[in-house]
């Protein structure tokens, strides 16, 4: 089961866009990896999930959380092994860790945790929680936008992240965020 969290070693810098539901992530991930004509590690756990919610009409459980960071971690993986310069994450398992213990009373399974902790990258980018939220089948928790975004900023403290915090329209994100990514690679 370890094997399957491990993050690969990977000579490309990694960028992960790190935030609550709804705050823009994937569109930003996205157009990152537009921009920088490279991969882009689309979210695992909303695939997976709606696929449950489509055959279940169930949401997310705990038993779902590793299952869905072996999934991450194997896309991320994969897509390490054939990226050149840069990789754009639209998340990671320390995002994994912040909803298992928000979502069900603190609680983290051990083996998430430690590679949640373990797994490196040279980026954060949080995502602020300044635009409208879009209710879909997955999302939940359109009234605790503000204590989700605490949560996962409050992380990324915690843990002695290196990040920063993109906010406004989505060129202004995009600006900030590549800005940020181009001084990396100025290092």
Known sequence: MEKN?????????KIVLFGPESSGKTTLSKELANHYKTHWVKEYARDYLQKKWNVEKKVCELEDLIPIAIGQIKLENKLSKISKQLLICDTDLLETKVYSETYYDGYCDPLLEKYALK???DLYILTNIDIPWE????????NEREKMFDAFKETLIKYHRPYIEVSGSLSKRLDTATKAINSLFNK
């Open 119 to 121: 797994n490196s990258y």
């Open 5 to 13: 969290l491990r993050q690969l070693k990977s000579n490309c810098l």
């Open 135 to 142: 209710k879909d089948d997955l999302r939940d928790r359109p």
